[in-house]
């Protein structure tokens, strides 16, 4: 699990993209606007939470998250 919950960067670190046995990202109440396509690579990833940030559309590549059971875009 990795918890960016109000991280105050526009930007996420890139090392976030390679870590291909995350199972959860909560990035809820963060100014992120945009997810890149390397979203894609967190194969793992089963649940998101992209609460309560500005985020309008979602990449392609999140099709290839194949095991995530949960998104959270309230």
Same mark, same amino acid.
């Given at each position: 699990?990795?918890?960016? &919950?109000?991280? +105050? &960067?526009? %930007?996420?670190? #890139?090392?976030?993209? =390679?870590?291909?046995?995350?199972?959860? *990202?909560?990035?809820?109440? +963060? =100014?992120? &606007? !945009?997810?890149?396509? !390397?979203?894609?690579?967190?194969?793992?990833? +089963?649940?998101? %939470?992209?609460?309560?940030?500005?985020? @309008?559309? *979602? #990449?392609?590549?999140? =099709? @290839?998250?194949?095991?995530?059971?949960?998104?959270?875009? &309230?």
């Amino acid at each position: 699990m990795l918890n960016l &919950s109000n991280f +105050t &960067s526009a %930007n996420l670190p #890139p090392q976030i993209w =390679g870590l291909q046995n995350l199972e959860v *990202l909560v990035l809820s109440g +963060t =100014g992120i &606007s !945009e997810l890149p396509a !390397e979203l894609g690579n967190l194969a793992a990833l +089963t649940e998101l %939470n992209l609460s309560g940030t500005p985020i @309008k559309r *979602l #990449p392609n590549e999140i =099709g @290839k998250l194949g095991n995530l059971v949960e998104l959270n875009l &309230s």
